[in-house]
């Protein structure tokens, strides 16, 4: 995989050739064993990797860590993520670093998850951030399988530009949707489309204030609504809260039908990851995975 720096009107002698591109495909399966969950089989082709860290095993989850040997994606890249923790099994996945999606030539950067949860099974999905350059061009699928006793948390941060560079998400654009199934029937769909002018959109008050963090946080469990009140708590949400919200972040959390959503916006990256941290207690998450203190 190639990241080239090229111009935003590049002619077609200039794109990279498609056998170039890279194709990622990664299944990684985990198997309840004993009062314990066990790596069932992994499958893994082009730059996409899946690692089980030693340190990654407390208690009776696995813990597993996600890498792209190719650094990042550029434009006509696509990665493939499934997983499918099979029924009692507890699998947390993370990535071994926040995922970079380059400045792209015209092609499209294609991301596809797949997350199977099966009877009494819990999936943790809980990536780092995905980071978008400037002209970069992604479309993301999102789709989830649960089955009615088990608990799927999926935890999305997105940084629009690189903040620590003082770059900005311009233009380019984005399309992220969501789909997610309990027994077979869907409860949960969301979209997110930027593009045109991305610069003016984000600036608008009630879009995002030109902040460049925000993530998406999704609880399918039994329990789900019993913790609405702890999260919004650990934020800072509510009139009686004496302290509100940190300075640089707002926040939003609401529960139905055995599911809470939390929408979090920051000024920048960071924000969001302190906001993160803050709430995965609340979300029935003990400790935070250990690659994300590296």
Known sequence: MYATELPSD?????TIPVELRAKGRLFVEALAAGGRTVRGAVEEAGPSRVRFPLSGRRGAALE??????????AG?????????ARDGAHLVLTTQAAEKIYRSDGALTRLNVELKVGKGACLDWMPQATILFDRAR?????????AGSGRLLMIEPLVLGRTASGETLRAGSLFDGWRVRRDGRLIYADGLDLSGDISAALGRRAVARNWAGLATILLIAPEAESRLERVRAALGIGEEMADGLPEGLEAGASAWNGMLSVRLLARDGAGIERAIRRIIPELGVTEAPRIWHS
Not at 64 to 73: A, C
Not at 76 to 84: F, I, T
Not at 138 to 146: C, D, F, G, K, L
């Open 10 to 14: 590049a002619s077609p002698r200039s």
């Open 64 to 73: 597993g860590v996600l890498l792209n040997t190719g650094g990042g994606f």
């Open 76 to 84: 006509g890249d696509s990665s493939h993520v499934s997983a499918h």
């Open 138 to 146: 992604v479309e993301r699928s999102i789709t989830a399988e649960v």
